[in-house]
């Protein structure tokens, strides 16, 4: 008897065995697949800027150099192709600490209103090139204390006040809103009049990578990885983002924060 015992007890944990393993590899092939799938997008990524690069040297070498005007027309494509790579691989990084959870939030009591006229200031600029106006209601001459992570906070604007310049229409407005909500939480609206996103696109925009034009011909792409930034910082503080958007009318992007005291 006992040896039957032994046998059926030996039989079951062969099968466990089994089962953990084959669990195993089904864990290992579906990381496999995500990864294969990651690195396919990052070099799709990466190409057009690169050959953008190449491009301009390439003309350089080839004789372009000797004209002192479209040398330095071609050097400063060139640099603005660096540059663009530069932005894709340190959102490439963001995204891959935010998404195997190697990044910690800094928490403190901040101002989001300073932080929201940071962005306004560094990004004027790009915006004025597009006649886009940046406003941000004079009402909100007073600090509106929250708590979170300053720097990441402001990574959430930006790129969010990046995208309403970058879809928004020649001479348009991008409006920025703080309103208070119940449970001492304030929701921030970032609202533009741009070209707004077709209803069958909006479920997906917060995927890595995703993007509503495919062709990438866009001279302003960024990395395709914004929103899905923007998703991660925001879900890390346990609050929530929100998009409306109507096509060729505009969109808006909102989330919450908590007050602080
Ligand atoms: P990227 O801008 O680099 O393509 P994002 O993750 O920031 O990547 O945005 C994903 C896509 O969402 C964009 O390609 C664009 O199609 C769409 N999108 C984002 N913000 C807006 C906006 N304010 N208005 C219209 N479309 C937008």
Redesign the pocket.
Known sequence: QPITTDMATLTKEVQKFARDKKLEIETLKIREEYRREFLGNVSHELKTPLFTVQGYLLTLLDGAMDDKSIRKKYLQRAEKGVERLIYIVKDLDMITKLETGDIHLDLSRFNIVEVIQNVFDLLEMKAAKKNITLTFDTKYAKPIWTLGDREKIQQVVT?LVV??I???KEGGTTEVGIEDLIDNKIIVRIT?N????EKQHISR?FERF????KSGARSE????????IVKHIIEGHNEKIYIE?QFGVG?E?SFTMEKAK
Do not use: M
């Open positions: 790129n995208n309403s970058k879809y928004g533009d741009g070209e707004g996103i925009l995703y993007r509503v034009d792409g960024g990395s395709g990885l914004g929103l899905a958007s969109s992007f």
